[in-house]
């Protein structure tokens, strides 16, 4: 108070004035110096004179020693750094960026101002140190951090991550490989690569899906040795899974670069617990198995075991990497996913994103600020550089001919020809609310003439109803099949879940449903039926809703009447998008440079 105080009553002229002593000499040091200095380390004030000389006061000792020309390259410095962050504000193009950046725009020069304005004497001296010139210890290395934040919210902006690539483009096409005898690039035979669990330590598992000795699967191809790129073979890797929502637009968009790219060498990164351990080898696609890593929700032990196991992960994800010689990496989210942006990113590798739902998970939101290549099913969902493609579609269902393949569908199921169909699922996980409304009602729509397919999801069984006496009609429950396409045929009208795979596969086949949001989460599920809901397509119903009564009495008419349940087909056909894999793949050799 005592430094304010002499401060505002302007009798800080001399140094005997309680709390006017720093001020003053600072002044006499910047006297010293005039125009050119006394020459570095030549200062005099720092001597025991001024206090701080190291710390709140180094711009003084800047300039005794180094003069005018000293003092203003440090100004010019600071200018540089408060242009970098205002740039940010004004180009990034999502809030979280902006308010980051404004906020380190905020810091630093607030800190600068009332550092300088106090060396100068035109504010009272409080003590602030000069960010990242001032020897300040703890106050440094916070500088240090908000410039490394700075740096990367700076690398998000359009245009960033292909400057980057400009300058890095030679490392970037064989990270981490080291030349072998001679100078000569080895390179391992596509089928060790495919079988090699790599070291132990990365928890890294590849499984091929196939018998030892027998010829590579669709996702690798002979030939194509590093030299052949980039105008034939194409490393990829593909990083996503956990569920089915997941795994099958990653399955879609390697089947599309398959047929696109035949010289193309894919390697899929999952989890050992996802879907993807068991559809991706039978796909006939190698899986590398990267350690779940499950971001902490809440301050428990997983906190402090989470940095070590994103290390162990990201080291997985880059050994894959390099077995491939990855030219791209697509992401799909999932906890597979995080590692392998991270991965991709530390060995310069382009990062290709697709966002399945409406409101993007954790993961993706994370990617996205890597790279400018994001695309997205839906047109409403938010991030950086987004552009929407739809959802790729595995090949069954983007070729699907409904109406020619009930036959094999109904002999598939044991279903009978000439019946209303309803086909009820939650998902690859199932949907508890869903099972015991449908089960409870099973016997009114059977009695009804109603026939059922049911697919309650893995674990999760239900009672059955007999076939009816009267009608015949049967209600099938399967937990679970791999021949979607087939359930989709024989349904004349669906209820589920409104998961992205979901109502884009629904929409697809021109097949009408009822979607029922998933109560918990982030209402992604509410947005991705949206569109469909309101291009006719569907109906939506909240979860509370769902009971055996709304069975009977809102479900059971709609599936019967035919005239209806056919406007609404012919909606979600409208609506519904199969050519979303070629859109992403496009996308893909774009980052990769291919000309295919």
């Given at each position: ?11 800080c002229d001399n140094p005997q004035v309680e709390g006017c002593f720093q001020k003053v000499h600072a002044e006499y040091a910047l006297a010293d110096g005039g125009w050119w200095g006394l020459g570095l380390g030549e200062s005099r004030e720092k001597w025991g004179l001024l206090p701080e000389p190291h710390n709140d006061f180094i ?191 990653l399955l879609a968009t390697a089947d599309a670069l398959r047929r696109r790219v035949p010289d193309s060498e894919l390697l899929v990164l999952g989890t050992a617990e996802g879907l993807e351990a068991r559809l991706v080898p039978e796909r006939g696609y190698p899986l590398t198995v990267v350690p779940k890593v499950p971001f902490p ?147 009114d729509l059977l009695a009804a003439g109603v026939q059922v397919l049911h697919l309650t999801g893995a674990g999760k069984d239900v009672d059955v109803p007999a076939p009816d006496d009267r009608t015949g009609a049967r209600y099938v429950a399967r937990p679970y099949t791999d021949r979607m396409d087939l359930a989709y045929a024989v ?106």
């Open positions: 108070m005592q430094r304010i105080e002499a401060w505002i009553g302007g009798i711009l003084a000792i800047i300039g005794e020693e180094l003069g005018l020309p000293g003092s203003l390259a440090v100004l010019g410095l600071f200018a540089v750094l408060a242009y970098s962050c205002f740039r940010v504000v004004t180009q990034a193009e999502d809030g979280f960026t902006r308010l980051a950046a404004g906020g380190l725009l905020v810091w630093f020069m607030g800190q600068a101002v009332l550092n300088i304005g106090s060396v100068i004497g035109m504010l009272p001296i409080i003590g602030v140190p000069l960010p990242l010139v001032s020897s300040g210890g703890s106050a440094l290395i916070a500088a240090l951090i908000g410039v490394g934040l700075l740096l990367a919210l700076a690398r998000s902006l359009p245009g960033a991550d292909a400057a980057l690539r400009g300058r890095t483009g030679t490392l970037r096409r064989t990270p981490g490989r080291r030349p072998g005898p001679g100078g000569a690039r080895r390179r391992r035979p596509a089928a060790d690569v495919a079988a090699d669990p790599g070291p132990p330590a990365t928890g890294r598992t590849a499984v091929t899906g196939r018998p030892e000795g027998a010829a590579p699967g669709p996702g690798r191809s002979h030939g194509g040795q590093h030299g052949d790129r980039p105008g034939g073979r194409l490393g990829v890797v593909l990083a996503g899974g956990g569920s089915a929502g997941h795994v099958n637009p929700r809440r301050p428990d032990a997983t906190v402090a075991r989470f940095p070590g196991a994103l290390r162990r992960a990201v080291a997985a994800a880059r050994d894959a990497m390099r077995s491939v010689k990855a030219q791209v990496v697509v992401g799909f989210g999932g906890y597979v996913a995080t590692p392998a942006y991270l991965a991709a990113r530390r060995a310069g590798i382009p990062i290709v994103i697709h966002e399945q739902n409406a409101r993007p998970g954790l993961a993706n939101r994370l990617g996205a600020r890597f790279t400018p290549h994001v695309a997205t099913t839906f047109d409403l969902t938010r991030l950086p550089h987004a552009t929407p493609v739809g959802l790729p579609l595995r090949e069954e269902i983007r070729t699907l001919d409904r109406a020619a393949s009930r036959a094999e569908g109904l002999a598939e199921f044991g279903l009978e020809d000439r019946r209303p169909t309803l086909l009820v699922f939650g998902g690859s996980l199932g949907a508890q609310r869903l099972n015991g409304a449908f089960a409870t009602a099973g016997a349904a004349d009208l669906a209820v589920g879940r409104s998961g992205a795979g979901t109502v884009c596969e629904l929409a697809a086949v021109g097949l009408p449903a009822v979607y029922v949001p998933l109560p918990i989460g982030n209402g992604e599920q509410r947005l991705n039926a949206r569109g469909v809901v309101e291009a006719g397509g569907g109906l939506l119903t909240e979860d509370a809703a769902v009971t055996p009564t709304w069975v009977r009495d809102v479900v059971l008419p709609l599936v019967q009447d035919g005239e209806r349940v056919a406007r609404m087909a012919a909606a979600a056909a409208e609506h519904g998008d199969r050519d979303a894999a070629d859109r992403l793949v496009d996308m893909v050799l774009r980052a990769a440079g291919h000309p295919a």
